[in-house]
């Protein structure tokens, strides 16, 4: 190979006649030194070069970090960081004797943030992740989030199905309790978008469990199964012991599979389980997709709203449960718990199995629900009635709340009437109507 001095100065055949005299050796010697340093000029220039780069590249590298600090500082972006972690445990602390460490999925949601809200309002420590999809209008839950933000809870903008993300979050916080909220909600939409339901209902719930089941200490979890598993059960009221095999929506049967499944990690590896029936959740803040909320738009905007009815032309019947009442047997579930009793996926004995129905006992039929949304917003609507199409809906519900009451001391109190009115006010507010006019 050629020296490298002899690739930058080639020397052309024939030109040049090699003398030994003294004078020449004298001359080669300056040309050695000449070339050499000439070796050293261009290698300080490449370093140069080579240094300027890396800096270019680290300034490149610190602007990014900059940017997701500062974006993770909100709960966007990617995860890690130390401003990402800082805000994770200042979210988490817990500010009262005898607190509880909560980890929220789905906190973005409508359950989620009213649940989040009241944890956090009693001193206890809470961190939310969400995946903010678009399920409905995203800045619904996006307002959400900057109710939780002004309250100090930090929402972490990510799945429940990334593994990534749950171990840095229970790496970060010893969470002591789970409450696990995040689902693809509503029972039409599965005929629409089924893989969806099996992505968020299932295997987003293993996910969450497999990381539960491996930390230590290991946390309880409470999470929101749903009345919809009661299927075409018709023997009322709904009890925890009546039958579940008869699901009538995909989106009834993910959730009867997620109480399978919480079954066998409870058997398996002693994580204590609470599953939470509800029924029929409304109120403020609540979820776009719903037949309370599209009613309360449509009636505003001078739509038709479509009104479904049974067999035998039989009104629909819901057991309409105010968010408040849910919140309350939330959090009684979290404190009622019990403790996991493995450890790094090692059960060491058996843990609490439990599943409540959280109900209001009281249905009321959806023309009724209409009349009361009628008086509120002073304005008549324009129904449509129809049969009830074979979508997977169910004629009615009714739960029935006795252990709910005997275990966790849940009772509702907010009837139909007092909710709807509560949350008009805060729709016609959220939205910026005054008396059913936008306000300009």
Same mark, same amino acid.
């Given at each position: 190979?050629?020296?490298?001095?002899?690739?930058?100065?080639?020397?052309?055949?024939?030109?040049?006649?090699?003398?030994?005299?003294?004078?020449?050796?004298?001359?080669?010697?300056?040309?050695?030194c000449?070339?050499?340093?000439?070796?050293?000029?261009?290698?300080?220039?490449?370093?140069?070069?080579?240094?300027?780069?890396?800096?270019?590249?680290?300034?490149?590298?610190?602007?990014?970090?900059?940017?997701?600090h500062?974006?993770?500082?909100?709960?966007?972006?990617?995860i890690?960081?130390?401003?990402?972690?800082?805000?994770?445990?200042?979210?988490a602390?817990?500010?009262?004797?005898?607190?509880?460490?909560?980890?929220?999925?789905?906190?973005?949601?409508?359950?989620?943030?009213?649940?989040?809200?009241?944890?956090?309002?009693?001193?206890?420590?809470?961190?939310?992740?969400?995946?903010?999809?678009n399920?409905?209008?995203?800045?619904?839950?996006?307002?959400?989030?900057?109710?939780?933000?002004?309250?100090?809870?930090?929402?972490?903008?990510?799945?429940?199905?990334?593994?990534?993300?749950?171990?840095?979050?229970?790496?970060?916080?010893?969470?002591?309790?789970?409450?696990?909220?995040?689902?693809?909600?509503?029972?039409?939409?599965?005929?629409?978008?089924?893989h969806?339901?099996?992505?968020?209902?299932?295997?987003?719930?293993?996910t969450?469990?497999?990381?539960?089941?491996s930390?230590?200490?290991?946390?309880?979890?409470?999470?929101?199964?749903?009345?919809?598993?009661?299927?075409?059960?018709d023997?009322?009221?709904?009890?925890?012991?009546?039958?579940?095999?008869q699901?009538?929506?995909?989106?009834?049967?993910?959730?009867?599979?997620?109480?399978?499944?919480?079954?066998?990690y409870?058997?398996?590896?002693g994580?204590?389980?609470?599953?939470l029936?509800?029924?029929?959740?409304?109120?403020?803040?609540?979820?776009?997709?719903? #037949?309370?909320? =599209?009613?309360? &738009?449509?009636? !505003?905007?001078g %739509? $038709?709203? *479509?009104?479904?009815?049974?067999?035998? @032309?039989?009104?629909?019947?819901?057991?309409?449960?105010?968010?408040?009442?849910?919140?309350?047997?939330?959090?009684?579930?979290?404190?009622?718990?019990?403790?996991?009793?493995?450890?790094?996926?090692?059960?060491?004995?058996?843990?609490p199995?439990?599943?409540?129905n959280l109900?209001?006992?009281?249905?009321?039929?959806?023309?009724?629900?209409?009349?009361?949304?009628?008086?509120?917003l002073?304005?008549?609507?324009?129904?449509h009635?129809?049969?009830?199409?074979?979508?997977?809906?169910?004629?009615?519900?009714? #739960?029935?709340? =006795?252990?709910? &009451?005997?275990? !966790?001391?849940? %009772? $509702?109190? *907010?009837?139909?009437?007092?909710?709807? @009115?509560?949350?008009?006010?805060?729709y016609?507010?959220?939205?910026?109507?005054?008396?059913?006019?936008?306000?300009?």
């Open positions: 190979m050629p020296q490298l001095d002899e690739e930058l100065f080639p020397s052309t055949p024939g030109k040049i006649k090699i003398e030994r005299s003294h004078h020449h050796t004298m001359n080669r010697a300056v040309h050695r000449f070339t050499s340093t000439s070796t050293i000029f261009l290698w300080a220039l490449f370093l140069v070069a080579l240094m300027a780069s890396y800096m270019s590249i680290q300034s490149f590298v610190d602007s990014g970090s900059r940017f997701l500062h974006t993770n500082s909100r709960g966007h972006g990617g890690g960081g130390l401003l990402w972690e800082k805000q994770i445990r200042s979210s602390q817990i500010r009262r004797s005898n607190g509880i460490s909560v980890l929220v999925t789905g906190a973005a949601g409508f359950v989620g943030t009213h649940v989040s809200l009241a944890l956090k309002k009693r001193g206890d420590g809470v961190v939310g992740v969400d995946n903010f999809n399920y409905y209008d995203p800045s619904l839950k996006k307002a959400r989030r900057d109710l939780l933000d002004s309250h100090n809870i930090f929402v972490v903008e990510g799945d429940i199905n990334d593994r990534e993300l749950l171990a840095k979050l229970f790496d970060v916080v010893a969470f002591t309790h789970v409450m696990h909220l995040a689902a693809q909600a509503g029972v039409r939409y599965a005929m629409e978008n089924p969806s339901y099996v992505h968020s209902n299932v295997a987003g719930l293993v969450l469990l497999e990381q539960c089941k930390a230590d200490p290991q946390p309880a979890v409470v999470w929101a199964s749903s009345s919809s598993v009661y299927g075409l059960n023997k009322t009221p709904f009890s925890e012991s009546d039958r579940t095999d699901p009538a929506s995909l989106y009834a049967a993910t959730k009867k599979a997620g109480e399978a499944i919480t079954h066998t409870n058997h398996i590896y994580l204590s389980i609470t599953g029936r509800f029924f029929t959740v409304y109120g403020p803040w609540g979820r776009p997709d719903m #037949a309370y909320f =599209s009613f309360t &738009r449509n009636i !505003l905007q %739509k $038709p709203i *479509t009104v479904y009815r049974g067999k035998n @032309r039989v009104d629909l019947a819901r057991d309409f449960t105010y968010i408040d009442d849910i919140v309350k047997g939330c959090v009684a579930s979290l404190d009622t718990s019990g403790k996991s009793t493995g450890s790094g996926g090692k059960k060491r004995g058996a843990a199995y439990r599943i409540f109900g209001n006992t009281s249905p009321v039929t959806v023309p009724t629900l209409v009349s009361i949304l009628e008086k509120n002073k304005k008549a609507a324009k129904k009635v129809v049969d009830m199409p074979g979508n997977g809906d169910v004629p009615f519900t009714h #739960a029935n709340i =006795s252990l709910a &009451r005997r275990k !966790l001391g849940y %009772k $509702p109190t *907010t009837d139909l009437p007092t909710g709807l @009115r509560k949350f008009v006010k805060w016609l507010s959220y939205y910026g109507y005054d008396l059913g006019r936008p306000v300009n």
